[in-house]
């Protein structure tokens, strides 16, 4: 439905979309998740058509959309900075695509359509305010009320929800989706949020750096991260990452106190030659430099699994469950786990921790500059 | 608080007071001056029987100077020329606050070199252009000249203006469905409305306030007040009083605009440099 | 394609109106490389005569030499009485906050008509100010009848005029500090010459310095204040080089030669500009580092 293909775009020497390749389908909820400064909103923004690419060609129902203009693309885009009319009431902020060439509607239909969405997003009675007295999370609210006010082709939602207070920001989370305009429409949305990612992508797309890293359903996303980096992005707390080697028996870390079984089937990636024998089970030569990757809540207290000894650094309550900090050799593991079963445990206590080798993720080790890959699964 | 700061307090509004009365006298001399009675001239300083003869003269046009006419067409100039600059500067200060490319580049550097340029420069070759034209001492050729005061002024200001306000709400209003001319006029204008104004009035004021251009390349029919004030100094006796009153006319349209601006000056008077 | 084009069709009128601005420059510099004056509507080709007189005249040095005494002058006591006004408003006391509000009035009156209104002030046998100083024993003073007294005498209506100016860019600038490292100063104890010159000053230089660049240029070309005060004289004076060329040009009608000396003065500005600038650029850059 939206298709990049080799999206490049530089701002003199800064290259924001560096051969961005992008599909989002039909209908579908998609993520684009990085950090600031990775070419989230320029994307959008070339999506809409407000930035030209400088090479590669932008889709939109198939069609090259080079040379049209952002008010023939019918797409409609929630701006971060809201990119409200400062000079304007909401009510007027809101029907501005209603009273436009493009979208115009009968103005009794434009007053029904306004009141619905004022309705959905809890901003019926901020209608005749300006702008200027809005708090930011009345005038995200806004800004998406504009977006969702008229029909479109698809949705561009840049942070559209970064702005609103955690309450707020986690029911709108919930409704947002419900929402049926959202439901039926195809819809880009850029976060730098995690969390967000997850609960709203029907599939997420990593940027990093102006390219797409890993696109993938969050079950993908989160088993099979394409590397360290986007193994970090999600998931909090954040992974634990063990530097180490392979060794006969598995892995071991740098410091040589923590010793694990590598899953079954550990391979080393297509370029990289095979070695001969299946043993160490990995695929991997012994002796290379890698990262193991354990997310704390695959790291537990008690219960079956692989067994490391070590000692309580720290431990905080996160409501029904403990995040524990645990000393391993040289290195900080941080694990949840129900409250139960870290009652009682105080820092320098030691402590058993168990984990499953199937859970485990292996990664390259980083490089400068480039963040290791995933070996296995 | 100590005897010693408020004393300080103290000396720093005297030294203030001591600045204004450098600063506001002169303005007050002149009115009492433009006030005075032909007779009481040079006989008294403070002391006189104040007159409005002085304004009746120089608005009655009686000493064989048309003062009223010359003020009406500094009022024509400088608003047509204030008026030129914004047709033909509004666009080309929204280009390249949008845009940067090298036209706008070039363009913006040669009209910041007119605010510097020696006036005499351009002057004495158009003196001679003009009078070949059919341009001297017309409403014409001193609009056209006064663009060298008002174009750099309004396309400098403008363009700092368009620069601050985000291209996000007009990228909104083409993806709302408008044309990129109703998103500038519809969303950009409006919200730059103010600086226009300010910076309609302040080149007003500069054009208003020009000397060297109706000087030279006006000899009656164009003439403005600048150099219709000083005329009254010529002659074997000049008309002190006369004197006083035409620069007292001809300063309160540029001193009146100035106080409805004051918020804007700062940025007016830096060419954008600064802003407040 | 279009979308490429539009900015340049924004921009065409104003470049239209800027080439009729230019021509007449062009014309003036084809000028002076004759010898078209009225007696000579003929001219014939001197190539670069008329230049070679200007830099051998000297009348030129004179003038030059006049103009620079001015421009500095000028610029120095503007920036310093205009630093001071600033500073002293700044503390925004009742007085100060009155006082601000006509700060302007000067800067929007014409310079010729300020130089008209300190004509009629400075007249040695009749003006206000002898006889204002009178009782101090000062009066009779031949204010722009010496050339020492003549000069000073248009620089001070130039500072009166454009104090204001300084004044009113070094308030935007002392508002725009930061208040905590004046706060952190405060608590340390520090006096007062101690932050202004650590704190205040430096801060403060980017904004002063706009305004003694606009200053100094704008002095370099002066002619309103000088022609409606002195005229030049006595002798030559106060004969800045604007004025010298207004002589040669239009009082004796030698076009080329008089356009000759705004050429020179346009370079001498233009070369100003560039170093200043730059200069600027540098302490702006080095200001924006320590916010």
Redesign the interface.
């Known amino acids: 439905m939206i298709g990049l293909r080799g999206v490049r775009k530089t701002y003199g020497k800064v290259t924001a979309l560096d051969d961005l390749e992008l599909d989002v389908r039909e209908g579908e909820f998609f993520c684009l998740l990085g950090p600031s400064g990775a070419g989230k909103t320029t994307t959008l923004?070339t999506v809409?058509?407000?930035e030209?690419p400088d090479s590669g060609t932008v889709e939109i129902d198939g069609k090259d959309m080079r040379?049209v203009?952002?008010?023939d693309r019918g797409?409609?885009?929630c701006?971060e900075?809201y990119?409200?009319?400062?000079?304007r009431s909401v009510y007027d902020n809101l029907a501005?695509?209603l009273r436009?060439?493009?979208?115009r509607v009968p103005p009794e239909r434009a007053r029904e359509r306004i009141g619905e969405v004022a309705e959905l997003l809890g901003i019926s009675g901020l209608l005749d305010r300006p702008i200027s007295q809005l708090s930011n999370g009345q005038r995200q609210r806004t800004a998406l009320g504009?977006v969702l006010v008229r029909p479109a082709r698809a949705f561009l939602l840049d942070e559209p929800l970064s702005h609103l207070d955690a309450k707020l920001r986690q029911q709108m989370r919930a409704e947002l989706k419900a929402i049926g305009a959202v439901r039926r429409t195809t819809t880009l949305y850029v976060t730098h949020d995690s969390v967000e990612a997850l609960a709203l992508g029907d599939r997420i797309g990593v940027i990093r750096d102006g390219r797409i890293v890993q696109t993938g359903t969050r079950e993908e996303i989160w088993y099979q991260p394409y590397d360290t980096e986007v193994a970090r992005a999600f998931g909090r707390p954040r992974i634990n990452l063990l530097p180490g080697t392979v060794t006969g028996g598995g892995f071991r870390s740098v410091d040589g106190k923590v010793e694990l079984p590598l899953p079954a089937g550990a391979a080393l990636p297509a370029q990289t030659n095979p070695p001969a024998q299946p043993s160490p089970p990995a695929r991997v030569k012994e002796g290379t430099d890698v990262l193991v990757g354990i997310r704390p809540r695959d790291l537990a207290l008690r219960g079956p699994g692989h067994e490391l000894t070590g000692t309580v650094y720290v431990s905080e309550v996160l409501g029904r469950s403990v995040e524990v900090t645990v000393r391993l050799g040289e290195q900080h593991v941080s694990l949840v786990a129900p409250r139960a079963d870290a009652a009682g445990l105080r820092p320098d206590d030691p402590v058993r921790v168990t984990v499953r080798p199937e859970s485990l993720l292996l990664f390259e080790a980083d490089r400068p500059q480039c963040p290791g890959r995933r070996i296995t699964p | 608080m100590t005897l010693r700061k408020r004393l300080l307090g103290w000396l720093a509004d005297a030294a203030l007071i001591l600045y204004f009365v450098f600063a506001l006298f002169p303005i007050a001399w002149m009115l009492i001056l433009s006030l005075k009675p032909a007779n009481q001239l040079f006989s008294t300083y403070f002391s006189f029987s104040p007159t409005l003869d002085g304004y009746r003269t120089v608005l009655g046009d009686s000493e064989g100077i048309p003062f009223v006419r010359f003020f009406v067409n500094s009022l024509v100039v400088s608003l047509g020329a204030v008026l030129l600059s914004l047709v033909v500067g509004l666009p080309a200060a929204y280009a390249s606050a949008r845009w940067r490319f090298k036209g706008s580049e070039n363009l913006m550097f040669t009209l910041l070199s007119f605010r510097f340029a020696p006036e005499l420069t351009v002057i004495i070759p158009l003196f001679v252009l003009y009078e070949k034209l059919g341009l001297f001492d017309t409403y014409v050729g001193m609009i056209w000249v006064l663009q060298l005061v008002t174009l750099p002024l309004i396309v400098w200001i403008m363009r700092s203006y368009f620069a601050d306000l985000?291209p996000?709400?007009e990228?909104?209003?083409?993806?709302?469905?408008?044309?990129?001319k109703?998103a500038f006029f519809k969303?950009a204008l409006?919200?730059v409305k103010p600086g226009i104004a300010a910076v309609s009035l302040l080149a007003f004021i500069f054009a208003w306030n020009n000397f060297v251009f109706p000087l030279i390349l006006t000899s009656n029919e164009a003439q403005t007040v600048t150099v219709g004030a000083l005329s009254f100094l010529g002659g074997d006796r000049p008309k002190y009083n006369l004197t006083a009153a035409a620069a007292l006319v001809s300063v309160v349209p540029p001193l009146l605009l100035a106080l409805l601006i004051q918020r804007y000056l700062v940025r007016g008077l830096s060419f954008g440099a600064v802003k407040s | 394609m279009r979308?490429a084009l539009r900015p340049y069709l924004l921009i065409v009128p104003a470049l239209l109106l800027t080439c009729g601005i230019l021509y007449p420059f062009g014309l003036g510099l084809y000028y002076t490389l004759f010898d078209f004056s009225a007696s000579k509507p003929q001219p014939d080709m001197v190539r670069f005569e008329n230049y070679e007189t200007v830099f051998t005249q000297d009348a030129f040095w004179n003038s030059a030499w006049v103009t620079v005494l001015y421009a500095v002058g000028a610029a120095a006591v503007e920036t310093m009485l205009g630093v001071a006004v600033a500073l002293l408003l700044h503390r925004s006391s009742l007085v100060g906050r009155v006082l601000e509000k006509i700060l302007i009035l000067p800067l929007m009156i014409a310079p010729v008509i300020a130089a008209i209104i300190w004509k009629l002030m400075l007249q040695p046998s009749v003006g206000v100010v002898n006889h204002l100083l009178k009782p101090f024993g000062l009066g009779g003073v031949q204010w722009t009848d010496t050339p020492t007294g003549a000069l000073l005498s248009s620089i001070a209506v130039d500072v009166w005029v454009y104090t204001p100016f300084v004044a009113i860019l070094a308030l935007a600038g002392l508002r725009s500090l930061p208040t905590s490292p004046f706060e952190a100063a405060a608590v340390d104890g520090a006096r007062w010459w101690y932050t202004f010159r650590r704190l205040t000053l430096p801060m403060l230089w980017p904004y002063v310095l706009v305004a003694v660049i606009f200053r100094f240029m704008d002095s370099l070309k002066v002619f309103d204040i000088i022609y409606a005060l002195t005229e030049g004289g006595p002798g030559d004076s106060t004969v800045v080089l604007q004025i010298r060329a207004y002589l040669e040009a239009i009082r004796f009608q030698r076009y080329s030669f008089g356009i000759s000396y705004t050429i020179v003065l346009w370079a001498v500005v233009y070369l100003a500009a560039m170093i200043l600038v730059r200069h600027l650029g540098k302490i702006q850059r080095k200001a924006a580092e320590a916010k």
């Not at chain 1, 990119?83 to 000079?87: E, G, Q, R, V």
């Not at chain 2, 990228?171 to 990129?180: I, K, V």
């Open positions: 923004k809409a058509g407000l030209l040379g203009e952002p008010y797409v409609a885009m701006f900075s990119a409200l009319y400062p000079h501005s695509p436009s060439p493009r979208y504009r | 985000t996000e709400l990228q909104a209003a083409l993806l709302d469905g408008y044309s990129r109703q969303v409006p919200l | 979308l």
